[in-house]
DNA sequence: CTAGGTGCAAAAGGTTTGCGGTTAA
DNA sequence: TTAACCGCAAACCTTTTGCACCTAG
């Protein structure tokens, strides 16, 4: 039994819509496909080799743009962390990020409570925030328990 | 009367040391200097002009450096927005930032509440959290106020 | 049909690095 | 005295851009 990770209609997603003046293109297809095939954090340069090898003619550039697109429409999401380079996620849902600074991999984590701006931050009255965003970097279980057997 | 921010013992920090093999130079000190004298946020090439005025010789590698090795012996705090030019900043007390996205401000905001990072995440079990990161973006105050105005 | 998208190559822009000379401890 | 640091310029690397051709709607 496939998982829900990479069952076809998942992965596909066929009902995808932009919105606005933006078309649905196939190279846009594949680099939401990518990203919702494998949940894990891809940086542009790993989507631009996973799209590759369905679509060889693809460019670097245009995998900058889709994700750029995308990111704007809110069908994918962009995690910065820290200087490393961006990584984009298909997971839309309010989450914060876990960044292990051993193995470099990113993992969802889902928030504590009530999510609300205001439930983590003093914001100044008057504020209006856009989006919040909460992260912390460490050492991912795997991680952390290779280094206390060393 | 001098505020706290300006008054010279508190910019100058004459007790300031860094511990380990690392020196106290002088360009740290200006640079360590320049980041507690106006508690804005600015990024490298900021901090650069800003010793230049003192320090004419000062290069901006010689900056980057200072700040990274600053970074490093818990002096100092880098702050990432996004994909924009990291931010300094002297505050090492624990706290948010708040990023305007109308006048580029970036403005430390208090926890609130109970400032664990358990307390704002579902962390794995066995991971170890180095460090948090709480951020939001927005408009503020000020620049909400001119966006009801027009 | 045509505005929007693609691919390519070149540029941008923040940050890092190599190196010869300098300096804090 | 000497390892650490500085200033300079060049390199690095991710991301953006200009442009001629292509394609979704």
Redesign the interface.
């Known amino acids: 039994m496939p998982s829900k990770e990479t069952s076809p209609a998942f992965r596909e997603s066929p009902e995808l819509k932009l919105g606005g003046d933006f078309r649905m293109t196939r190279q846009r297809r594949e680099v939401y496909d990518v990203l919702m095939a494998h949940r894990d954090h891809p940086t542009a340069t790993e989507v631009f080799l996973r799209v590759k090898d369905r679509m060889p003619t693809i460019s670097l550039a245009t995998v900058y743009n889709c994700l750029e697109t995308m990111a704007q429409c809110g069908v994918v999401r962009?995690v910065?962390v820290?200087?490393e380079p961006?990584r984009y996620c298909g997971n839309m849902m309010e989450h914060?990020h876990?960044y292990c600074?051993s193995c470099g991999s990113v993992?969802d984590?889902?928030?504590?409570?009530p999510r609300k701006?205001?439930?983590?931050?003093?914001?100044?009255?008057?504020?209006?925030?856009?989006?919040?965003?909460?992260?912390?970097?460490?050492?991912?279980?795997a991680c952390?328990?290779k280094?206390v057997a060393k």
């Open positions: 962009q910065n820290d200087r961006s914060g876990f600074e993992r984590v889902d928030l504590r409570g701006p205001d439930d983590y931050l003093m914001i100044p009255d008057g504020s209006i925030v856009e989006k919040m965003e909460v992260g912390a970097r460490g050492l991912c279980p952390a328990a280094r």
